[in-house]
């Protein structure tokens, strides 16, 4: 089929915003220019590379001028803008449908047709449009060109018609279903692979799925090889609930384009939609945690949606720091873009990203930091309070973590919302002993001691270990009596940790752990004394690895405390350590580091001495 362009060159047509664009060594009137020229000869593939790097270029662009970095992935940088709510759902269809074409000729996925070229043409067209006029940081200009006739013209009649037709707010699918003319000539919407994948996806977005089936099945018996049908068909089986056929569509999938991050994202949510509904699979789940993996590595660590999805899985499969590293690498990202964003200085785009929330809540979640994530989730589910199936997703999820974390909360007591009180800070450390003579008189002896360290001061953060006996009696001082807060600082995952514990201890830890703000694991190897004026520790520290010395993770769990700590509270006999890592290494440990130490004997009378920096009047340790 002939083409035919406007009368002129496009360079002489453009609105002077588009003919001067240009980044770096990029020229967009060049690139329209080539794409008009190799049109006109029916190059196609050629046709199609050119609109596909238009596309590259501006979603790149764009996600520059909103004040993130772009990703390498125009697929990443699309779904950042569409993530904000910076382009009409329309213009995401096109945005895919030419970023897909791209790849069909970039990868020789299928043999391009000269409709495909057509489609390119105008899916760029439409693209250059959003980024020119209605792009909310864009130049917003009335038209693309200075005669108001469209960039490129020409081409299947048939398309731009379907392609304006679902444009439309009033848009019936239906209507189109059924081919237009007697004889048994196909729908407009087969006349590309391209357009009838729009065309499904649009109806399994719309919830139908018998529509989307007719559509699919009729479209993938014209175009087999087609890549985003055969991702669609996987879906549309998901959606209707028949897990068995969407794994079995899947499977070729991950064979034909591992390393495609859409197709990652398709295939691990089917494999874990198996776990889920079946349990017990863990083949399945292995599956999924290793396809989310592919596909963040894949993405060079930029799409957090399989970022986060796969430290969920590691969290599943019982990799607990696995899922702290990727988490780490989630909420990285993602800060980042808030910082961003911040800078930026768009209130009404900030508002907009309820996922890009609820991801970094549930990465902060993975970390242990669980008052932050708590904060992070009430803040989200208040910004999308109309959006309840949204908010279903998110806290589902979340509640399936509490229990590998190691808590005994249900999700309603998960997500009460406690803030913290403002003004300053007191960070208590803890060491001491297991078994104490009289822990009814050292309780006393505890909670007068923390009342004279907290003098002035309205916050109290304690680190502890939560081990039997003192770390106990004095996170209970802290949290009942002077109404602080605890950060678990364990020298074992929460599963092993357990195994230390009888069955009477276990059930005060289990307490304990479940009203703490975080769960922090130390480094594998100690560090040296932070800088004055340090804060608490973060829970983004490289986490324990396996140990062969339980001993050795308990002096460093200590070291860790008062490395971190404004002063150590220290219920101690006085005696040498009687293993690795014992109360008189870590006040050995304090004292070298000139750590103020609140030292309460653990034998009668129970007496507090001070040593090190001055903390109040309380008699001085000779």
Known sequence: MAVQTPQGSIAQRLASPVAQYSSGGYSLASDLARLQ?????????????????????????????????????????????????????????????????????????????????????????????????????????????????????????????????????????AAWLAPRQTGGEQPPFMVAATVAAVFANLLLDRGDCDQAFAVLEQALAQFPDDLR???????????????????????????????DDETAGIVAGVYKQVYLDRGQDTDMLLKSHRAYLAGWEGSKNSNVYLGINAAATALWLGRA?????????????????????????????????????????????????LAAARLRYQSAFKQSAQSKGNIKVASEQAQRHLPLLGLSLSGKEFFKLEQP?????????????????????????????????AAGKPNILL?????????????????????????????????????????????????????ADAIVFPPTLPQSKPPQGKGPPAATSPTVAALDDRQAAYERTGMFIVDHCDVLVAVWDGQPARGRGGTADIVAYARQAARPIAWIKSQAPFELLLEGPAIDAAPRAK
């Open 37 to 173: 020229a190799v049109r006109d000869l029916q190059a196609t593939e050629a046709t199609i590379f050119y609109a596909a790097r238009i596309l590259e270029v501006l979603s790149s662009a764009a996600v520059q001028m909103i004040g993130l970095t772009p990703s390498a992935s125009a697929f990443s940088n699309l779904e950042t803008l569409f993530q904000f709510d910076l382009a009409p759902s329309a213009t995401q269809y096109w945005a895919n449908g030419l970023r897909r074409l791209g790849n069909d000729v970039r990868h020789i996925l299928r043999a391009a047709q000269s409709q495909d070229a057509d489609l390119a043409a105008l899916f760029a067209e439409r693209w250059i449009d959003w980024f020119f006029c209605h792009f909310r940081f864009g130049p917003k200009l009335t038209g693309l060109t200075s005669d108001g006739g469209p960039l490129l013209a020409g081409g299947d009649p048939r398309l731009p018609a379907l392609l304006r037709s679902i444009d439309a707010e009033d848009f019936d699918p």
């Open 321 to 369: 720091a696995d899922s702290r590293r990727l988490a780490g690498e989630v909420r990285q990202l993602l800060l980042n873009r808030v910082a961003a964003l911040a800078k930026a200085g768009d209130p009404q785009m900030l508002a907009a990203s309820y996922w890009d929330q609820v991801t970094l809540a549930e990465a902060e979640l993975l970390l242990g930091e």
């Open 229 to 259: 049908l055969q991702q669609l068909i996987v879906l549309a089986w998901k959606r209707r609930g028949d897990l068995d056929k969407a794994v079995q569509h899947a499977a070729p999938l991950v064979a034909r384009s591992r390393d």
């Open 421 to 453: 009180s403002p003004g300053g800070q007191l960070v208590i450390g803890v060491t001491g002993h297991r078994t104490l003579s009289d822990e009814e008189a050292i309780r006393s002896t505890i909670a007068q001691t923390i009342g004279r360290l």
């Open 463 to 515: 680190l502890s270990a939560l081990a039997a006996g003192a770390d106990c009696l004095v996170a209970e001082a802290v949290l009942d009596e002077h109404h602080g807060r605890v950060r678990a600082v364990l020298p074992l995952e929460v599963s092993d940790y357990r195994r230390d514990f009888t069955p009477g201890q276990l059930a005060r830890f289990q307490s304990l752990l479940n009203r």
